[in-house]
């Protein structure tokens, strides 16, 4: 079977060497929460041990990894919108778990179609229209009478499934397939979703032992909760195999010189102070990208980078823009190595509504932040809410947390982030000397003004996007 998907044929090789040499194929691989530093690239100490993610690394060697790229939302849907919109999830009205964007937003991928690309979407594509299909079927048929439910005529190909519902080894067959769609001498565009490391994680973790992994200094070392951890990186590992599969089928067809790769994180992982939270892991990501003969082999940047940046940089790439005005920032240059000046100096990240209980954070939280080279800026508009971790709460490490609060076993510190009373309404933190966010520096003395700059930029991104919530120096008013 695995000759079938992995052998090239000579029509297949003659199909794509005739494309227009100046008009390089781009692929977009998506992994589903999975937060920066988790690829052995970025040096992180419990991958490299157990070589959790050999083919990205060496995807790596191949191109340039971001250590500093963050996505718009730390949940899917509104996340992945700004990656094709080139745009805040506020400012085009999706801070809703899968609310789509309206038919008037353009994705890039519309220009790259109109332009003669063929563009392909498969995988997990996450709520890009909406639920697949919603429990109430008003929702549906909403959706679709607005005109919102239009993947299929946005794309010249649609595959929706979760590929934790199938092996892994059927990759290299299914990327064929699709490519085998591809009009002759066109170029393309293929967006393919994994769904791991999304939850439900799976209980074998193969040879990985609990017991010795590092923890980061906010997580209760408790067993169960190293045994999430464990799973977590299992997960990890599988996902890099199944990105070993796709850069295999490339290479097998003769398409690797002329393809550009793009791998991202949508969103931070969904452990404790992670998905669901405006905190680093949230929305602190893996990014690398290849481009042969352009982009240097091996390099690295740390230029602030945005998910709704990917948008801008993929149609300059190609010679294209966008019509209308957005709010993200080609980083071409970046990837030439060429420093003009004008990077970014803040990112912007906003937290809705997921799913869950109204009054749990992994339900609803209404939170804001900037982050800068150094610093990062949290507003937390509702402070009351009881702080439950995303997608984790019916975990038997989330019970583990929550008896060993019950019984008093938990230090201050990690009382205080995840059983708190009132949290602070402003988190300020220090990335260069706390990285892990443990010291939370709003209202000291010593850092009033670098607070005030941060906070002043949020204001004004959120008057521009019209922005709901009330403004953070309005709250300090009061």
């Known amino acids: 079977m695995k000759q079938i998907f992995l052998i090239p044929t000579l029509f297949i090789n003659l199909h794509f060497s005739i494309q227009a040499q100046d008009k390089p194929n781009v692929i977009l691989i998506l992994s589903d929460d999975h937060s920066y530093p988790h690829v052995g690239c970025y040096g992180d100490e419990n991958i490299l041990t157990y070589n959790i993610t050999p083919n990205i690394d060496a995807f790596a060697r191949q191109g340039m990894r971001f250590e500093r790229a963050y996505t718009t939302a730390p949940q899917c849907a509104p996340s992945r919108i700004s990656i094709f919109t080139g745009r805040s999830p506020m400012s085009i009205g999706i801070t809703r778990f899968m609310e789509p964007a309206g038919k008037d937003v353009d994705f890039f991928t519309d220009i790259l179609r109109k332009s003669g690309y063929w563009v392909g979407l498969d995988g997990r594509h996450h709520h890009l229209d909406g639920a697949v299909k919603d429990k109430n079927p008003i929702i549906n048929e909403t959706l679709s009478e607005e005109g919102m439910k239009n993947l299929e005529q946005r794309f010249d190909h649609v595959g929706r499934y979760n590929t934790k519902g199938i092996s892994l080894d059927t990759v290299p067959q299914k990327l064929n397939s699709i490519l085998d769609e591809v009009p002759l001498g066109k170029p393309f565009f293929l967006y393919f979703g994994f769904n791991q490391p999304h939850r439900k994680f799976e209980d074998d973790f193969e040879e990985i032992d609990?017991?010795?992994?590092?923890?980061?200094?906010?997580?209760?070392?408790?067993?169960?909760?190293?045994?999430?951890?464990?799973r977590y990186l299992s997960d990890v590992r599988d996902m890099d195999r199944g990105f070993g599969y796709i850069m295999k089928v490339l290479e097998d067809r003769g398409l690797s010189k002329n393809t550009i790769v793009i791998f991202m994180g949508d969103n931070?992982?969904?452990?404790?102070?992670?998905?669901?939270?405006?905190?680093?892991?949230?929305?602190?990501?893996?990014?690398?990208?290849?481009?042969?003969g352009v982009i240097q082999e091996n390099s690295s940047t740390k230029t602030l980078v945005s998910g709704e940046d990917l948008a801008p940089t993929i149609l300059e790439m190609l010679g294209l823009t966008f019509n209308n005005e957005i709010s993200g920032r080609s980083f071409l240059n970046t990837?030439?190595?060429?420093?003009?000046?004008?990077?970014?100096?803040?990112?912007?990240?906003?937290?809705?509504?997921?799913?869950?209980?109204?009054?749990?954070?992994?339900?609803?939280?209404?939170?804001?932040?900037?982050?800068?080279?150094?610093?990062?800026f949290v507003y937390n508009a509702l402070p009351k809410q009881e702080f439950a971790p995303v997608d984790m709460v019916k975990t038997l490490a989330w019970d583990e947390v929550v008896e060993a609060h019950s019984d008093k076993r938990l230090s201050d510190l990690i009382e205080s982030f995840y059983f708190y009373s009132d949290r602070p309404v402003f988190e300020f933190?220090?990335?260069?000397?706390?990285?892990?966010?443990?010291?939370?520096?709003?209202?000291?003395?010593?850092?009033?003004?670098?607070?005030?700059?941060?906070?002043?930029?949020?204001?004004?991104?959120?008057?521009?996007?019209?922005?709901?919530?009330?403004?953070?120096?309005?709250?300090?008013?009061?």
């Open 268 to 292: 931070g992982e969904s452990l404790l102070r992670g998905k669901g939270t405006l905190h680093s892991r949230g929305i602190h990501v893996p990014l690398i990208i290849s481009w042969p």
């Open 429 to 478: 933190y220090d990335l260069v000397n706390d990285p892990f966010e443990l010291n939370n520096l709003s209202g000291q003395k010593e850092f009033i003004e670098l607070e005030k700059i941060h906070r002043d930029e949020l204001d004004k991104l959120m008057i521009k996007d019209h922005d709901f919530l009330p403004l953070p120096s309005h709250v300090i008013e009061n």
């Open 210 to 230: 609990p017991e010795q992994l590092l923890l980061p200094p906010d997580f209760p070392d408790l067993p169960e909760v190293r045994k999430d951890y464990a």
């Open 335 to 376: 990837l030439k190595g060429i420093k003009t000046g004008n990077e970014r100096d803040f990112i912007f990240a906003e937290r809705g509504w997921h799913w869950g209980p109204l009054t749990r954070t992994d339900g609803l939280d209404f939170c804001r932040s900037v982050t800068s080279e150094r610093f990062h």
